[in-house]
């Protein structure tokens, strides 16, 4: 069985027992976290969500926290000495493992959901 999942503006096709870096996840390693954006399930029946599956997610374990390879952004304009720049980037990763894909019952997992280090939790009502 397979899943295709949504995080961090990117879509992941992912089996049991994969690993795979997203971008940086609110997780400490060796915690568990659930992905809830479905946007395909396949195996013997394919599910496709309109635009996610209802009820289904895909249970991760956090591996590691790290950095992602140097990128160099450079910009020169000729004939103008004072006018470059150059800036080096380097993407802050989550390494995870998919431990578990479920097809219904993913709202009673008691698993916290994924969320980016870099978004605000959501209010509780």
């Keep these: 069985m397979f899943a295709v999942l949504k995080t961090g503006g990117k879509q992941y096709k ?10 940086k996840l609110a997780a400490e390693p060796g915690e568990t976290v659930q992905f809830n954006d479905i946007l395909m399930l396949g195996g013997d029946a394919v599910t496709v ?6 009820d289904a997610a895909v249970q991760a374990e956090v591996v590691d926290q790290f950095k992602g ?27 995870v493992r998919v431990t578990e894909i479920l097809a219904s019952g993913a709202g009673k997992s008691g698993v916290k959901a994924a ?4 978004s605000a939790p959501a209010a509780a009502e």
């Design 49 to 54: 969500g309109v635009p996610f599956v209802a």
């Design 115 to 118: 969320i980016g280090a870099g």
């Design 69 to 95: 390879p140097k990128t160099i952004s450079y910009k020169k304009r000729r004939r103008k000495h004072s006018s470059q720049r150059k800036k080096g980037h380097r993407q802050q990763l989550t390494m």
């Design 14 to 23: 992912v089996a049991k027992n994969d690993t795979f870096a997203v971008e």
